[in-house]
């Protein structure tokens, strides 16, 4: 698994890494291992700027940089996700349509209603979570999400016939690197939130399955743009989960 940190860290972020991984398709879905890890190192990266931010900027301001950079880190690869999953599942009537309509590289209506509607969440989370003191929420949204993209691609099929870059996630994630992903994602929700943290990876893995079934009924299975999408849901998710039981 070591030599493929390098490769996760490059897949899902923007930062620098002078190592390389190979990106075969077998490496790709071994990195997933990673997938929490390189959550956490997101998450302190947050807490960090959060805990900076608000010594120079009204607390609004802070949240509204803070949100920025999360959207630089991450390349806007899962937002980007979002918009093609949302815009498939509003605009077509078929499992073909849909897939279709996720493919085409313009953004329709739907994708800019929910990127829209995710961004200010996220935003009203921000400022929320600082607001009641549960900062340490900023720490594990990232490692659940990161956590929840590796087991949709373990219970779900690839849902396009042609192959693309999630079929490599979705048919070589192993049970190992689950297992192994799983673990790790539960000691860092216990260090992020105590006993608070496991039961928000519960409901955030309660929500993957049950979208892993509505996805095989509308999509035949999911694609890359769908596990973007799952991060998100699972972004606001665990913060929203953070403010309740913080």
């Given at each position: 698994?070591?030599?493929?940190?390098?490769?996760?860290?490059?897949?899902?972020?923007?930062?620098?890494?002078?190592?390389?991984?190979?990106?075969?398709?077998?490496?790709?879905?071994?990195?997933?291992f990673?997938?929490?890890?390189?959550?956490?190192?997101?998450?302190v990266?947050?807490?960090?700027a959060w805990?900076?931010?608000?010594?120079?900027?009204?607390?609004?301001?802070?949240?509204?940089?803070?949100?920025?950079?999360?959207?630089?880190?991450?390349?806007?690869l899962?937002?980007?996700?979002?918009?093609?999953?949302?815009?498939?599942?509003?605009?077509?009537?078929?499992?073909?349509?849909?897939?279709?309509?996720?493919?085409?590289?313009?953004?329709?209506?739907?994708?800019?209603?929910?990127?829209?509607l995710?961004?200010?969440?996220?935003?009203?989370?921000?400022?929320?979570?600082?607001?009641?003191g549960?900062?340490?929420?900023?720490?594990?949204?990232?490692?659940?999400?990161r956590?929840?993209?590796?087991?949709l691609?373990?219970?779900?099929?690839?849902?396009?016939?042609?192959?693309?870059?999630?079929?490599?996630?979705?048919?070589?994630?192993?049970?190992?690197v689950?297992?192994?992903?799983?673990?790790?994602?539960?000691?860092?929700?216990?260090?992020?939130?105590?006993?608070?943290?496991?039961?928000?990876?519960?409901a955030?893995?309660?929500?993957?399955?049950?979208?892993?079934?509505y996805?095989?009924?509308?999509?035949?299975?999911?694609?890359?743009?769908?596990?973007?999408?799952?991060?998100?849901?699972?972004?606001?998710?665990?913060?929203?989960?953070?403010?309740?039981?913080?």
């Open positions: 698994m070591n030599c493929t940190l390098p490769l996760a860290l490059t897949f899902l972020t923007k930062f620098p890494w002078l190592q390389t991984a190979p990106a075969e398709a077998g490496a790709l879905a071994r990195s997933m990673w997938f929490p890890w390189v959550g956490a190192l997101l998450g990266v947050f807490w960090g805990a900076g931010l608000p010594r120079f900027l009204p607390d609004p301001a802070a949240a509204g940089v803070l949100l920025c950079l999360t959207v630089w880190l991450t390349g806007g899962h937002l980007d996700g979002l918009a093609d999953t949302v815009d498939g599942l509003g605009g077509g009537r078929t499992v073909e349509e849909r897939l279709a309509i996720m493919k085409d590289s313009r953004v329709g209506t739907f994708g800019v209603l929910a990127l829209a995710v961004l200010v969440l996220k935003f009203a989370l921000f400022l929320s979570l600082a607001g009641k549960t900062a340490a929420g900023l720490i594990l949204y990232p490692v659940v999400s956590w929840g993209m590796v087991l691609a373990y219970l779900s099929p690839y849902a396009r016939p042609e192959g693309g870059l999630g079929q490599a996630m979705t048919t070589g994630v192993s049970a190992k689950l297992a192994g992903a799983t673990v790790s994602a539960a000691a860092l929700s216990v260090a992020a939130l105590g006993v608070r943290g496991p039961i928000l990876l519960a955030a893995g309660a929500l993957v399955w049950l979208g892993s079934l996805c095989r009924k509308k999509l035949g299975g999911v694609t890359g743009d769908v596990l973007g999408a799952a991060n998100e849901a699972l972004e606001v998710l665990v913060l929203g989960g953070a403010l309740l039981v913080g």
